[in-house]
DNA sequence: TCTATTTGATAATTCATAATTATTGATTAA
DNA sequence: TTAATCAATAATTATGAATTATCAAATAGA
């Protein structure tokens, strides 16, 4: 008799010690009374403890039994809430996402992403990290984080990309600078100040992109300074240490001392992608990205 | 197909989900291969939920499978300790806490408790485990310990923690060391020495707190060792490697030629607090928090 | 490229055991 | 006393877990 306790054991135990009486308690879970017998009987062997009093045609509970009784209610009531939330988590309606994200991302997609999260998906927990281009596509590799926001055009193989985002390219300029709206015409107007841009290894794709606007200006740029976040660009802007060109939303969440020229006319555009794994099965990952279709 | 989830299940969904190799896992558990497979879709069908993704020799788990390996875990863990406890309810006492301590723990608050526990309720049982922080949080968490002596200012969610004890800081030198209570007056004098502290894994508010005196000393300490035992940073202090910033009851039950210098006049404290587990019910855990209330 | 090996899944079968029916013995109420 | 009601026991059946045998797919090694 090397038997094992079973969640079905619990069940019966639960209903004759919730009924004090066999036949009734058989009945109500739809089994046959000698079966219930042999079952309670079985789980007393197995634990090696007296659950019931059998006297006199009164059953009662032992001291033993009334802490089980207790535990089991308890252990029965976290199973159905843990089934319950095994379903939503399965579903994605539950769950964590993991995000990563490039400062600039931060004024205008991951906030609309993380609102419609919180309306659709309220069980949906986010963790969020604002990493370079290069962390995230490590991080997403190595299973780390779920979701990037990135402004990359290529991505290694088992990734897959796509543009969420296209924003215009502006200039930024010290409050004093003679340019502005009215007197701005062509890009070249700046082709002698200095530059300050984000470095190649925090986006390579950037970078390349504003020397392309200023060859397609007929000049190349002189570059002072680099820097990985655009709270310094702006300081070094504001200072009169260079003028600098970054995606055109960047403006929005600093409080400087710097003016903005929207370059519309320019082709090139700041394009902001999410990157995930191919092979991503987080349910809640999906739920994330279908929302994403239709910001 | 209308079946009910048991235990065999959870036990060998975790042997799979430990494992990640189901003939493996089929071995440990000494049941077949095949048996297993079929029990554990099974499972899957039962719960509605995929657990494991079955993907080119690889077995991994989904989020959903994450999810339920935290779950499964703690309620086998809590199921044994159920088990326990009911056969010595059953024998006539009245149940066992599990305690969980800091090695520095043990010079004052932990005796003075079991004593008191031994002396009101003689037939409470307790085991003891000395455990770093991180390792109690954790073992209350699954439900592996009852009760834990922990210096930490946060613990997650569930968790409920007290101060029980609080002990000022006492600088560790070397007998032969020219400083001593007579001629010491600040912190700032040992600014120069080498220190040898607790690992911040092992116990990162400690590691704060000594961080935060010397910083209030006007230093930053220049930390040359770091270990998990009492007994090594003394014996290290001893051999003239460095200086230590303990709390003051360690300086009780070490021999070793070390003199301590309590430091009085700083303002921060060595908090020890007691956790436990919100929703515990462990009716003997009741019974010492009690008493640990009148210590 | 071919072969051998390793992986988990299926199919058919066996076997353990939960559950059923039929019955008993004990207790209580009429 | 008799009838009724309870849980326990015995014999039997039926369910479904586990086993053996096998397969298809995917690697690794030659």
């Known amino acids: 008799m090397n038997y094992q306790i079973e969640l079905r054991h619990f069940i019966y135990f639960l209903a004759v010690a919730e009924e004090l009486h066999y036949r009734k308690a058989?009945?109500?879970?739809?089994?046959?009374?000698?079966?219930?017998?042999?079952?309670?009987?079985?789980?007393?062997?197995?634990?090696?403890?007296?659950?019931?009093?059998?006297?006199?045609?009164?059953?009662?509970?032992?001291?033993a039994g009334?802490?089980?009784?207790?535990?089991?209610?308890?252990?029965?009531?976290?199973?159905?809430?843990?089934?319950?939330?095994?379903?939503?988590?399965?579903?994605?309606?539950?769950?964590?996402?993991?995000?990563?994200?490039l400062g600039s991302a931060m004024q205008n997609v991951v906030p609309n992403l993380l609102l419609g999260l919180k309306e659709r998906y309220p069980k949906v927990h986010t963790t969020l990290e604002e990493l370079s281009n290069r962390a995230q596509i490590n991080a997403i590799l190595a299973d780390r984080l779920d979701l990037g926001f990135v402004r990359l055009s290529r991505v290694p193989i088992g990734l897959e990309v796509k543009p969420v985002f296209e924003d215009t390219f502006s200039l930024v300029l010290p409050e004093e600078?003679?340019?502005?709206?009215?007197?701005?015409?062509?890009?070249?107007?700046?082709?002698?100040?200095?530059?300050?841009?984000?470095?190649?290894d925090y986006s390579p794709t950037y970078y390349d992109t504003v020397l392309s606007i200023c060859e397609d200006g007929g000049f190349a740029p002189n570059v002072s300074h680099k820097s990985v976040h655009a709270q310094t660009i702006f300081k070094l802007v504001e200072n009169k240490l260079g003028i600098a060109i970054v995606p055109t939303t960047l403006q929005y969440g600093f409080q400087m001392k710097v003016k903005?020229?929207?370059?519309?006319?320019?082709?090139?555009?700041?394009?902001?992608?999410?990157?995930?794994k191919t092979d991503n099965r987080n349910p809640a990952l999906q739920k994330c990205m279908d929302l994403l279709m239709k910001l």
């Open 26 to 63: 058989a009945e109500k879970l739809f089994i046959s009374q000698p079966g219930l017998s042999t079952q309670i009987k079985q789980m007393e062997e197995i634990l090696d403890t007296q659950l019931f009093i059998r006297d006199k045609k009164k059953v009662s509970l032992t001291p």
């Open 66 to 101: 009334e802490f089980l009784k207790k535990e089991v209610e308890f252990i029965l009531n976290h199973l159905e809430q843990t089934k319950k939330q095994l379903k939503l988590i399965g579903e994605g309606h539950m769950g964590e996402v993991r995000i990563g994200f």
């Open 177 to 200: 600078h003679p340019l502005d709206k009215g007197n701005f015409k062509n890009i070249n107007q700046v082709a002698n100040e200095d530059f300050i841009l984000f470095s190649q």
């Open 260 to 276: 903005f020229i929207e370059l519309r006319k320019i082709k090139q555009r700041a394009v902001l992608s999410m990157v995930w």
